[in-house]
């Protein structure tokens, strides 16, 4: 809405004043981090003032921040050595351009979800510009303070989670959760981007006339990657496979 856009949360950064950086997210995924950070590409959507993002940019990470708010972008860009771009989580991930340049170790959705249209199709379409096994940091606040109405009224909250339905969402999505708590009045979650289980991966198990249970577990991998959930019986399975050869 034009209130959003113009000047949400505005008046009260200006009384307490924007702050320079944040330890938050980096003390929480460190331990899953992997790589050289001067080689690594951090994806911070929604990124605010751009704080969150400063510990990584000072170990030499390359960070590209988005922001729909222009006076936001404009303090992040101030901060985040690499880009800011001044759009909407879902507009980015919908630029094929932006898609075949990038390629994240990390990407950073701190209180962003719920401000969404589609969850779902966000964390699906972030698959795309993700490396296998990236890591994807989540916070979404449970609102439990006097605004939630105003900010659902004006359609700001488009959506609300737990810690159950959070993680159902993530492996709806292809991500497998590997840490998750609670934090004051936020959720707080770790995951990966699940490995991509390809057609041939699956076709082989069947023709080997491995076990069932080694057929399940690759099967679960292909159900997660097309959304379908895990409730499925690997003979079934079996007999689809070979009947429609899809």
Not at 39 to 65: L, T, Y
Not at 67 to 92: D, H
Not at 210 to 229: F, N
Not at 236 to 246: A, D, I, P, V
């Amino acid at each position: 809405s034009d209130w959003f856009v113009s000047g949400f949360n505005k008046g009260e950064v200006e009384r307490i004043g924007v702050p320079d950086r944040d330890n938050v997210v980096f003390r929480s995924v460190r331990k899953f981090l992997n790589c050289d950070y001067k080689k690594m590409n951090v994806f911070d959507a929604g990124c605010g003032f751009g704080e969150k993002s400063v510990p990584f940019v000072e170990k030499g990470c390359r960070v590209v921040g988005v922001e729909p708010l222009v006076w936001r972008a404009k303090i992040a860009s101030g901060k985040i050595t690499g880009e800011v771009i001044n759009t909407t989580i879902e507009q980015v991930l919908d630029d094929s351009e932006f898609v075949g340049r990038n390629s994240f170790d990390l990407a950073i959705f701190f209180c962003v979800l719920e401000f969404c249209e589609d969850p779902l199709k966000v964390l699906l379409a972030l698959r795309s510009v993700m490396k296998e096994g990236g890591v994807v940091y989540i916070t979404t606040g449970l609102f439990q303070n006097r605004n939630v109405l105003q900010e659902a009224f004006y359609g700001v909250i488009r959506n609300t989670f737990n810690s159950y339905s959070l993680d159902l969402l993530l492996k709806r999505a292809g991500y497998e959760v590997v840490a998750s708590q609670l934090v004051g009045k936020n959720i707080q979650v770790v995951a990966r981007k699940a490995e991509a289980i390809s057609v041939g991966a699956l076709q082989k198990v069947i023709d080997s006339g491995k076990r069932d249970e080694e057929l399940k577990i690759i099967a679960r991998h292909l159900y997660r990657e097309l959304g379908l959930g895990n409730s499925f019986r690997p003979y079934e399975l079996k007999t689809h496979w070979r009947g429609n050869q899809r």
